[in-house]
């Protein structure tokens, strides 16, 4: 079991990497103004998505619901921070949904937010990690 909370947590370190990271691209890239650094950075954000963060998405959730599914579950319905995280992960899920969105608007030419947009948009998963990370150590009911 402790392998693999071990690899829970890598992988969500390198999904949280590539999710602080893509939005910050994307300040960037809204403020690039030549079609050399607009290339460059619709691979870099590509490479980024495609190579780290979803797969590290992916794995971080199979170790989570493996976890939840040989140690939690059957303790589940009195862990309501439990209840509190899982709805906080799925915000993240969507938050990396968002992250594929915009992607795709960059590569398509089509991206009309200015990069204090993706200023704000990137506050969000810090706040995300910090609630998460406080009730899986905390647990406060």
């Known amino acids: 079991m ?3 909370k ?15 990271y893509l939005p910050r691209l994307y300040v960037y890239h809204a403020m690039s103004e030549d ?5 460059r950075f619709k691979v870099m954000e590509r490479k980024l998505f495609y190579g780290i ?45 968002y992250c594929y969105r915009y992607l795709l608007d960059f590569k398509n030419n089509r991206n009309t937010r200015s990069h204090v947009f993706y200023r704000w948009f990137n506050e969000i998963p810090v706040i995300l990690l910090i609630a998460i990370i406080i009730l899986a150590v ?4």
């Open 2 to 4: 402790l392998w693999l």
């Open 6 to 20: 071990a690899f829970h947590l890598i992988f969500m370190v390198t999904w949280f990497a590539g999710i602080f």
């Open 35 to 39: 079609s050399i650094s607009d290339e």
């Open 53 to 97: 963060m979803t797969p590290s998405m992916i794995l971080t959730l199979i170790m989570g619901i493996w976890m939840l599914i040989d140690y939690a579950w059957a303790m589940y319905s009195a862990m309501g921070w439990l209840h509190v995280k899982i709805v906080l992960i799925l915000g993240l899920i969507t938050y990396h949904f």
């Open 138 to 141: 905390v647990k406060p009911f």
